[in-house]
C-alpha cells in the first residue's frame, strides 16, 4: 500500500494519468513519453515503508526518513531494470521536491512532483478519483 488503501501500482497509474491531464489542460509542450514513464516509475523502491520488522525506534527512524530517501531507491532500481532518458532520471530523482533539496530540472519533472502531491493528498485523504 502507498497512501490509504491505494497500491503503490495504482497510486503510480493515477499520477501519470493526472500528469497528463496538467501538461494537455495546460496545453504545455513535453515528452509525453518522459512524463509518463517516469511518473509510472517515481515509486519504484520495492519495499513496504509502512511496516519494517525492527525496534520501534528503527520503524519511526524508517518511516520519517523514507519521503528524503525514496527517490534515490526507486531511481536505482529503475536503472537497474528500465533504459531511461536523462528527463526520466530528473523525474524519479527529485519528485519528492523540496524534500530532495534539488528542485526538478525540466518541465516533465515539475508536471509529476505536482501530480504526485495531488494524488498523494487526495488518496491520503481518502477523496480518490476514480
Known sequence: MQHGNVSVMEHSLRVAREAVIIS?????????????????????????????????????????????THPATALKNAERDFDLTDRQRDIIRKHMWPLTIQPPACREAWIVTFADKICSLSETLHMNRT
Do not use: P, T
Not at 494537455?24 to 511518473?39: C, F, N, P, Q
Not at 509510472?40 to 527512524?61: C, N, Q, R, S, T
Open 24 to 68: 494537455r489542460g495546460l496545453r504545455l509542450k513535453v515528452s509525453e513519453r518522459d512524463l509518463v514513464r517516469g511518473a509510472l516509475l517515481h515509486d519504484y523502491f520495492g519495499y513496504d515503508w509502512h511496516h519494517k520488522k525492527v525496534g520501534l525506534y528503527e520503524i519511526l527512524h524508517f518511516h520519517k526518513m523514507h519521503g528524503f
